[in-house]
């Protein structure tokens, strides 16, 4: 079953695009880890987020992304650059009306 991870990552002001930036990065390696969909976006209201929606082809994968050298490096280079406020839902997709 497909897994999907939404969330909010608070930034510091000014430091959106900077972020954006780093998690639009070509990342070849996150579809061999079972990545399905990682889209980055904002909000004009809300000029100290980013929005991230991901798709996985499970948690496990999700996980062991964590440990990849790429996916390491861009969170360390990101985490200056975030406030520490994060919200977001984990969930298990029942389906989708675009995909058998």
């Not at 990552?9 to 430091?15: D, I, N, S, Y």
């Not at 976006?41 to 964590?66: C, F, I, K, M, R």
Request: overall charge negative; proline content about 5%.
């Amino acid at each position: 079953m497909t897994f999907a991870n939404v969330g909010t990552l608070g930034v510091q002001p000014g430091m959106r695009d900077k972020v954006v930036a780093i998690l639009t990065r070509r990342n070849a390696q996150l579809d061999e880890a079972g990545c399905l969909l990682y889209e980055v976006g904002t909000n004009e209201d809300e000029p100290d987020t980013v929005y991230v929606a991901e798709l996985w082809t499970s948690p496990e994968a999700h996980q062991a992304s964590l440990q990849l050298e790429s996916v390491r490096a861009a969170i360390a280079e990101a985490m200056p650059l975030l406030s520490g406020q994060m919200g977001g839902n984990r969930f298990s997709v029942s389906g989708s009306p675009l995909r058998d």
